[in-house]
């Protein structure tokens, strides 16, 4: 084998390895998506049926507190969310506790 080859080989191996690498951060990228979309489906499912989420406590207390950012500071630290969709999840919170 000359040296020429070897320089091919080690770069055929190299872009096998940078192929595979990128295939499964895709795929993990991907189930990420997909379990937030569940997730999100979830809590509006949980919210239409008036199911109260164990980790709203820290919400609640906040908007009992009349503090509506620390609110949504505190779902989106327990569920990962945006910051429009933690907005959102705590404007149905406090809806639903104004109901009551």
Known sequence: MNSWEAILLV???IGSV???AGAWVQERRSSAT???ALQRKLDLVMDHLGIANP???DV???LE???TIEAV???RRQTGASLLEAKQAVDRI???RAEL
Request: charged content about 25%; aromatic content about 4%; proline content about 0%.
């Open 18 to 20: 940078a192929a595979a």
């Open 94 to 96: 406090a809806a639903r």
């Open 60 to 62: 609640v207390r906040h």
């Open 65 to 67: 507190g009349g503090r």
């Open 11 to 13: 770069i055929a191996t």
């Open 34 to 36: 997909q379990l937030a």
């Open 73 to 75: 500071r505190a779902y």
């Open 55 to 57: 980790d709203e406590q």
